[in-house]
């Protein structure tokens, strides 16, 4: 996992043609269930999930499981424990995204300081909603939002899961949550996509929550209250958590208020989420790699 981290944040990411992610996405893509009866949708959309999901979860075994019966790194010398780290830190790499994320967070308020207009369009590369017109607030708010709940659906989720069920589970996480996030909408794709939208629910919920505790908010109790607000049983935990820590409002208009007590978010506050984000990265990992030696042990 620190191996992964390191190269992230070295390297970034991959090239398309080389990304798993990317991979799974074109798998996803190659279905249009949308304009089935709902019962067939729903089928049909079960049944692609699950056999995406397994032909991800056994290419992520056989590969970890080859190069540990390759390296056996259980014997002697050392340089088998550490070639092993270092190929299976690779291979789990792509399977998270923190440097991405950071990145593109903060391109967002780059945009800003250009102009509104241009603030927007950045934006819209991040989020589904309409972005044409949000004030320099919302942006803010929006970009802030992202950035939080995708701490937990690119980095937490994917390392406790691989702390879990090793490869095969970091893998089969990022292939429910790619589903989710390209079928899991109250729109003509609402019943070819449940299935994977209860499956994200489900791997996400535990993530969710560790990763609005490495958030470090300054009162949980608030924060019990506060991430109930939001339609999903799981995204407005870690946006709860990073409105509490930076003491702003985030809001969704018609949707949801987050904090409402909160100032405004204003120039700076995308640098300040950042910043509390990269330490929830480090604290989460530590928790994770304990959480995975004492599951070993």
Request: charged residues 15%.
């Amino acid at each position: 996992m620190l191996l992964a981290l390191l190269i992230d944040r070295a390297f970034g990411e991959p090239p398309t043609w080389a990304h798993p992610v990317v991979g799974m996405g074109r798998y996803l893509g190659l279905f249009q269930l949308t304009r089935l009866p709902p019962p067939v949708a729903f089928t049909a959309g079960a049944l692609a999930w699950l056999t995406g999901a397994a032909a991800t979860a056994f290419i992520a075994l056989w590969l970890e499981g080859w190069l540990l019966l390759a390296l056996q790194p259980w014997h002697s010398p050392p340089w088998r424990l550490l070639a092993t780290a270092l190929l299976i830190g690779l291979l789990l790499k792509p399977l998270l995204a923190w440097r991405m994320l950071a990145d593109e967070a903060m391109a967002v308020e780059t945009a800003l300081e250009e102009s509104l207009p241009a603030g927007r369009q950045r934006l819209s590369r991040l989020v589904s909603r309409d972005t044409s017109a949000l004030t320099d607030t919302e942006v803010r708010e929006a970009a802030i939002e992202t950035l939080a709940e995708n701490l937990n659906d690119s980095v937490i989720a994917p390392l406790f899961w691989f702390a879990i069920l090793g490869l095969p589970g970091a893998a089969l996480y990022r292939f429910a949550n790619t589903a989710d996030a390209m079928w899991g909408y109250r729109d003509e794709r609402e019943w070819c996509g449940k299935w994977a939208a209860r499956a994200d629910d489900l791997l996400s919920w535990l993530p969710a929550r560790l990763t609005a505790l490495v958030l470090m908010p300054p009162a949980v109790p608030t924060l019990l209250r506060e991430a109930r607000r939001t339609p999903s049983p799981n995204s407005g935990w870690p946006m709860a958590a990073m409105a509490l820590r930076l003491n702003v409002k985030l809001s969704k208009p018609g949707v949801y208020t987050l904090n409402a007590t909160g100032g405004p978010a204003q120039a700076g506050h995308l640098h300040a989420a950042r910043a509390v984000a990269s330490q929830a990265v480090v604290t989460g990992a530590v928790l994770i790699a304990a959480l995975a030696w004492a599951l070993r042990a």
